[in-house]
């Protein structure tokens, strides 16, 4: 694996006086415990501290979260790969950028938005694929950071992407994103908002905690968003100067496409075995319910 350029965890020691040796021992000595967990390393174990503050016992919840999510949910987190025509085709259809710019306290973003603007080319489980491997990539090379905020820019989303969405797939993402992701969440921004804009919160309304609930924020005009993020540092299609979309998605992509290996040994190595689980096998519907459960939205 010398391809990615992980984060090590003397860097991690660097950056974070609260980080204590003496916890992560107490989170290895946990992990033993844990037959079905993969392998985790100490880089791993101070970015999901971190995420949580440095408390140990939401910290364990959340490297179960993660692991077993990322394992139950193949069609987010699994053949992510260029060669994959599906994957290769969302690459073509929407884009997630990690931003160069920080906010003013200095949390990191990540700008999403569509390239190709017809709906019926949309598939949302192969472009939230894209999504988590950007934030792979990202957790793994810079490791933690004061806060990480989300901006979907939602120019040209109309009510026809909207019938391409299923409660279930949100539900799976929103559950990733306040459960298991080693973040410190500190914003979800839909920038450029339209009527649609409502129709996809109601739909993910049913999902969200309080908490992701109160850092949620719709922007109709680049006033409100100014005083969230700078504006200078979004790409120039958004009113920054952070570069042409495109130039910036090619080379975010160009990064994915070069830490493929890591990819795929992260699927190969980095799943839970649920017949090691200490306890009852966990499934997929023991998670997230029963795929027909949900009335089905009628969208005029």
């Not at 005009?221 to 540092?233: G, M, N, Q, R, W």
């Amino acid at each position: 694996m010398d391809s990615i350029k992980l984060v090590s965890f003397e860097e991690e020691l660097k950056k974070n006086p609260e980080l204590k040796e003496s916890d992560i021992q107490t989170l290895r000595e946990w992990c033993q415990k844990q037959p079905h967990l993969p392998k985790i390393s100490d880089s791993e174990l101070a970015l999901f501290l971190h995420s949580n503050y440095y408390l140990l016992e939401p910290t364990k919840t959340t490297i179960d979260t993660f692991y077993t999510v990322r394992s139950h949910v193949p069609e987010f987190f699994n053949d992510r790969d260029f060669n994959n025509k599906e994957f290769k085709k969302a690459t073509e259809v929407t884009t997630d950028i990690v931003l160069e710019g920080t906010t003013k306290e200095g949390y990191r973003i990540i700008y999403g938005k569509l390239l190709d603007t017809d709906p019926s080319h949309f598939v949302y489980n192969d472009t939230m694929k894209l999504l988590n491997m950007v934030i792979d990539h990202w957790l793994y090379t810079e490791g933690t950071s004061v806060g990480h905020i989300i901006l979907i820019d939602m120019k040209s989303v109309t009510f026809g992407h909207v019938g391409r969405l299923s409660p279930m797939g949100l539900k799976k993402f929103l559950y990733y994103l306040q459960e298991g992701l080693p973040v410190r969440l500190k914003g979800l921004h839909f920038m450029n908002a339209s009527p649609v804009v409502d129709a996809i919160l109601n739909m993910m309304r049913p999902f969200m905690k309080k908490k992701l609930m109160d850092m949620f924020h719709m922007h109709t005009t680049s006033d409100t968003l100014a005083k969230f993020i700078p504006i200078e540092v979004l790409p120039n299609e958004a009113g920054g100067q952070a570069g042409p979309v495109q130039a910036l998605h090619d080379k975010q992509m160009k990064k994915l496409a070069d830490h493929i290996p890591w990819f795929q040994d992260d699927e190969a190595n980095h799943r839970v075995n649920e017949s090691l689980r200490p306890g009852k096998a966990k499934t997929v519907t023991d998670l997230f319910g029963v795929e027909g459960s949900f009335k089905k939205l009628e969208i005029d």
